[in-house]
């Protein structure tokens, strides 16, 4: 059984950083693209980073470009969110996502592999 558990999630002042984690296992997506969503009250999921193993391409909504970073090992089957210079805007519940197959892309509904979620709070 494939399982996705986030962690790092908190409250941190509009400024600061915080370091997201999401442990794999069930089974291995070295191969595939891993990526990371939130959501926010009221409004719609939406992308936030990507990262194909194969390759190293990572890619960034526009929101988060420059201040959060995507990483991952490989041998510990982990995926990395930095997230640095937070805003409120950033407050939200992020998900860790997997596709299984396939590759990089920014849609929600082509990732079949989700975690519960940690909930980001950044205070103005």
């Known amino acids: 059984q494939v399982q996705l558990v986030e962690s790092g999630g908190g409250l941190v002042q509009a400024g600061g950083s915080l370091r997201l984690s999401c442990a794999a296992s069930?089974?291995?997506?070295?191969?595939?693209?891993m990526a990371w969503f939130r959501q926010a009250p009221g409004k719609e999921r939406e992308f936030v980073a990507v990262?194909?193993?194969?390759?190293?391409?990572?890619y960034y909504a526009d929101s988060v470009k420059g201040r959060f970073t995507i990483s991952g090992d490989n041998a510990k089957n982990t995926l990395f969110l930095q997230m640095n210079s937070l805003k409120p805007e950033d407050t939200a519940v992020y998900y860790c996502?997997?596709?299984?197959?396939?590759?990089?892309?920014?849609?929600?509904?082509?990732?079949?592999?989700w975690g519960q979620g940690t909930q980001v709070t950044v205070s103005s």
């Open positions: 996502a997997a596709r299984g197959i396939g590759a990089v892309t920014t849609n929600y509904y082509d990732y079949a592999y």
């Open positions: 990262i194909s193993w194969t390759g190293g391409i990572t």
């Open positions: 069930g089974r291995t997506f070295s191969s595939y693209p």
